[in-house]
């Protein structure tokens, strides 16, 4: 069974950073894409960050210069480092790894239970 455990959301002002972070385990053969995505209340669910086997990263551009992914291959981990936080970041974070688990090489598409992040104006 597959599990992802998020942390490192919370309360913090304007121009703040926070570090989340995300790990899995559970029978995980192997990790192709780790991302970070968010929804805001009453908005869809959008692609913050994501991060390759061969950490070729994408951003959205509203957070482009501002937050950094990266990850940690050992670990089965994933990091957003949140920089130069804004009001308009706030919202709950999920983290998504893609990839192959257990003996037959299932799919593997799992999401983070979800930690939120509020920044105050």
């Known amino acids: 069974q597959v599990q992802l455990v998020e942390s490192g959301g919370g309360l913090v002002q304007a121009g703040g950073s926070l570090r989340l972070s995300c790990a899995a385990s559970?029978?995980?053969?192997?990790?192709?894409?780790m991302g970070w995505y968010r929804q805001a209340p009453g908005k869809q669910r959008e692609l913050v960050a994501g991060?390759?086997?061969?950490?070729?990263?994408n951003y959205a551009d509203s957070v482009k210069g501002r937050f950094t992914i990266s990850r940690d291959n050992a670990q089965n981990t994933v990091y957003l480092q949140m920089n130069s936080l804004k009001p308009e970041d706030t919202a709950v974070y999920y983290c998504?790894?893609?990839?192959?688990?257990?003996?037959?090489?299932?799919?593997?598409?799992?999401w983070g239970q979800g930690t939120l992040v509020t920044v105050s104006s």
């Open positions: 998504n790894i893609r990839g192959t688990y257990g003996r037959s090489w299932l799919v593997l598409d799992a």
């Open positions: 991060i390759t086997s061969s950490s070729t990263t």
């Open positions: 559970g029978g995980i053969f192997s990790i192709d894409t």
